[in-house]
């Protein structure tokens, strides 16, 4: 997603048809929160808001990507993102002698249409390109957007209902799916760790907390220790609670390959950083950023940032290699992103035989066109913003091969 500098103080009002969207979620909700006794963990309210069945955020009908939705992607805001992937994707398939790739949660298909058309021009097309796509509205419109740009690719992409059988061999792609992945939310109290619930109020749904619990202490206790500080009282954040087996089938089919995961986040150390006391979730409404999970349930997507280096730890547990983690700059720049702006650099224009005032005009088109390119490259790039608070990071299973993607800058060693 991109970052707006700034909280709106007013989000626009839901039209009618959204705001019964969202009462029909709310009644369900109150229901589930009914049902266990009066309050529920926020990552079950999470996984609800934005993944129950026809009526979660990813489940239901809003529009989410692109200018008339509620936030941007990095392959939404240029194809030259998916072009570098694209270049990344050669580099392995070839050092496998071919295979196949899978996209999980494919958003509106431009990542994937944008990388099969630049692996089309490399010659190096995979077997077959796999959708794993949880929202029966969004397989739709994947498939209208490989339709209606690359319809010669159509018959190479298939849409899963689950994982792959064993046997996987290829590489397995992930931009902005890990921040989707719901989280536990905790506060540090004078009496240890105790996870935020949600619960129903007369005002409506509201934050409770929860009772000490084994596995919160564990999991805090795990993250201090690494750290080697302690939390301090009032500090609030998250941790996803299934990571490792979340990571797991999706590793598990992998018999050769690679998955590459692009994110915003950080390494451990800087994601509990004491500065970043209020943890790091993040809702997306209608290109409005602001930090309340509890509002709009059902239009708005739920965020939180990615801590890399827990993800290091279920990739060692389940037996996958770090191959490389770097910030998405460097991750661009190494996979040729320079050199494909360069390529658009227009033509001089031709300058008369023996020196003396330039014989033609640059044409005004291509310069637009490149000036267009750059503007893009700077958005992908900058620092401060998707440049670097965005990170790739590659978990490899019986590949041994130097990762061009990493070759700019690897960063392991902040993990
Ligand atoms: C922020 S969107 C990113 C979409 C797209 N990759 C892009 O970059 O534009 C998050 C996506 O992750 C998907 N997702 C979340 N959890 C998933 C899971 N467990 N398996 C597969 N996809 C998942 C959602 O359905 C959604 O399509």
Request: aromatic share 8%; with cysteine; glycine share 10%.
């Amino acid at each position: 997603m991109t970052i707006p500098s700034a909280s709106p103080d007013v989000l626009p009002a839901p039209d009618p048809a959204a705001a019964a969207h969202s009462a029909r979620l709310l009644d369900h909700l109150r229901v589930e929160i009914a049902n266990a006794g009066g309050a529920i963990s926020f990552a079950r309210f999470m996984e609800l808001a934005l993944y129950a069945p026809g009526l979660g955020y990813y489940r239901a009908g809003a529009r989410k990507f692109g200018p008339g939705g509620d936030f941007v992607t990095a392959p939404e805001l240029s194809p030259l993102f998916s072009r570098c992937l694209a270049r990344q994707c050669r580099e392995i398939l070839q050092a496998l002698g071919g295979g196949e790739i899978l996209e999980l949660g494919a958003g509106s298909g431009v990542m994937a249409t944008d990388l099969l058309l630049e692996l089309g021009a490399l010659d190096a097309l995979p077997e077959r390109y796999a959708i794993l796509e949880l929202s029966g509205e969004l397989r739709q419109r994947q498939r209208q957007t490989l339709a209606d740009r690359a319809p010669e690719l159509l018959e190479r992409v298939v849409w899963l209902d689950a994982l792959p059988q064993s046997g996987f061999r290829g590489i397995v792609l992930g931009n902005e799916v890990l921040d989707a992945l719901p989280v536990e939310r905790f506060r540090m109290t004078t009496h240890g760790p105790r996870r935020l619930m949600v619960t129903w109020t007369e005002a409506g749904l509201a934050w409770a907390e929860g009772e000490e619990d084994p596995a919160v202490t564990a999991a805090i206790t795990r993250i201090e220790t690494e750290l080697g500080w302690r939390l301090p009282e009032g500090y609030t954040s998250e941790y996803v609670p299934h990571l490792t087996d979340w990571l797991r089938a999706i590793a598990e089919p992998l018999a050769a390959g690679a998955l590459l995961l692009v994110d915003y986040g950080y390494p451990r150390r800087d994601y509990y950083h004491p500065e970043r006391a209020m943890g790091t979730l993040l809702c997306h409404y209608r290109h409005r950023v602001h930090d309340d999970p509890l509002i709009l349930p059902g239009l708005q997507d739920i965020t939180a940032s990615v801590d890399f280096t827990a993800v290091v730890d279920a990739a060692l547990t389940i037996g996958l290699e770090v191959a490389g983690y770097t910030r998405q700059n460097y991750f661009l720049f190494g996979c040729g992103l320079m050199e494909l702006l360069a390529d658009q650099i227009p033509p001089n224009p031709p300058f008369p035989k023996g020196g003396g005032e330039a014989g033609g005009i640059l044409n005004p088109a291509d310069a637009v066109h490149y000036l267009e390119q750059a503007r893009q490259v700077k958005l992908l790039t900058l620092p401060g913003e998707m440049g670097d608070r965005f990170q790739a990071i590659a978990l490899n299973r019986n590949l041994d091969i130097p990762l061009r993607g990493f070759a700019f800058r690897d960063e392991r060693s902040r993990l």
